[in-house]
């Protein structure tokens, strides 16, 4: 700052807003922190509330607690990424005694010093993302888990997880925290296998409102089964379905939202076009029969993202059955729908047109004048 310049006098509830508005922006925040002592204890919490930590600057951060231990008390959102090698052990145990979320990527649970990071969070987190993460097999991931008593929300992607065919039962895991929301995905029949093991321990679902999970077409049927478990206090569902080689006939059904009475929210994920050649040009017509077979009479908001990669006429656009689709979404249990949002993703060469065709495709829906259609992602 030059010299002989003052800082403006603003409210300090303005100054307050400023400085929460740059929480996660770590520079800008250490900067604040020396503009002067009426900014320093907000932008110091801000500064400490995210911390984003990797082998770049874990050891900027352990030297700065090692001068002021506090500093991990104001700690609240935290990630640890990219450290498939133990760095050096912290200085001393870290008292995250105020921690909620807790974000771990390429992360394997079995670190020696990873207890040193987050033992005195346990307590305190209630969301938990693990992400590229290994451990050894699915019993020492739910005794992870259970490591935290308060947890409601966990969610997985594409984890590094040991696959035993003939798993033994975990209903024996005691004391297993109930969740509120699911988050699931990967390859490999992996999220369906952690959910299937999720409904065995008891109490673990008892309670979940919200499910966003990813499979394949073969593995919906048995996702069907699930549903029928937990589907009860169900109020979203978020599905990515990703084709195989699985083969339906014109008039299967394989999954069923009728045990999911109060569902609210429903998103379906799809890819537009089959990435094999195919006999049978309805691949999706699972989509509107999932639609016909919804019993909540809260339905309130239809997502359904289409990726339409490769796309390039109309007919490719057709592999939806739209009429199908229409025709559900007028049946009277659809009576409290507010909002139905179709997003394109991709699907450059469908650009031109893409937006009205679904429009005059689902023409019922925009007379109500509740359709949202939106076009996003690259040009491929």
Excluded at 123 to 146: A, I, K, Y
């Amino acid at each position: 700052m030059p010299d002989g310049a003052t800082l403006p006098e603003l409210p300090v509830e303005v100054t307050e807003n400023v400085l929460d508005q740059l929480r996660g922006d770590s520079r800008t925040l250490a900067v604040c922190c020396r503009v002067g002592r009426d900014w320093y204890p907000r932008a110091r919490y801000n500064l400490y509330h995210t911390v984003h930590l990797d082998v770049d600057n874990i050891g900027k951060f352990f030297k700065a607690v090692a001068q002021d231990p506090a500093l991990a008390e104001l700690m609240r959102d935290f990630s640890l990424n990219g450290l498939w090698k133990n760095p050096s052990t912290p200085p001393d145990v870290l008292r995250t005694t105020n921690l909620k979320i807790l974000r771990l990527n390429f992360i394997d649970t079995r670190n020696y010093w990873l207890p040193t990071l987050i033992s005195y969070a346990t307590s305190s987190v209630t969301e938990l993302s693990l992400t590229h993460c290994f451990t050894e097999d699915v019993r020492s991931l739910m005794h992870f888990l259970r490591t935290f008593p308060h947890l409601k929300h966990f969610a997985a992607a594409e984890m590094r997880i040991q696959m035993q065919p003939d798993e033994e039962t975990l209903a024996d895991i005691p004391e297993f925290p109930a969740l509120r929301s699911l988050c699931l995905s990967g390859f490999g029949g992996l999220p369906l296998r952690l959910v299937n093991t999720f409904v065995g321990i008891e109490g673990a679902l008892s309670h979940l409102s919200v499910l966003k999970i990813k499979l394949s077409m073969g593995e919906l049927e048995r996702f069907s089964q699930v549903l029928v478990l937990i589907g009860d206090d169900l109020g979203e569902l978020e599905l990515t379905v990703e084709p195989d080689d699985t083969a339906l006939g014109p008039e299967s059904n394989p999954l069923s939202l009728s045990s999911c009475p109060k569902l609210s929210f429903l998103t379906i994920d799809f890819r537009l076009l089959h990435p094999k050649p195919i006999s049978h040009p309805d691949h999706l017509a699972w989509i509107p029969r999932l639609l016909s077979s919804v019993r909540s009479k809260g339905l309130r908001d239809v997502k359904l993202i289409m990726r339409a990669s490769g796309a390039r006429t109309k007919q490719d656009i057709d592999n939806l059955p739209w009429a199908k689709v229409a025709r559900a979404l007028r049946a009277k249990r659809f009576a409290a729908l507010r909002r139905v949002v179709v997003r394109i993703v991709r699907g450059g060469g469908v650009r031109r047109f893409a937006v009205a065709y679904v429009k005059e495709k689902l023409a019922a829906v925009e007379r109500r004048g509740i359709l949202r259609c939106v076009q996003t992602g690259g040009s491929s």
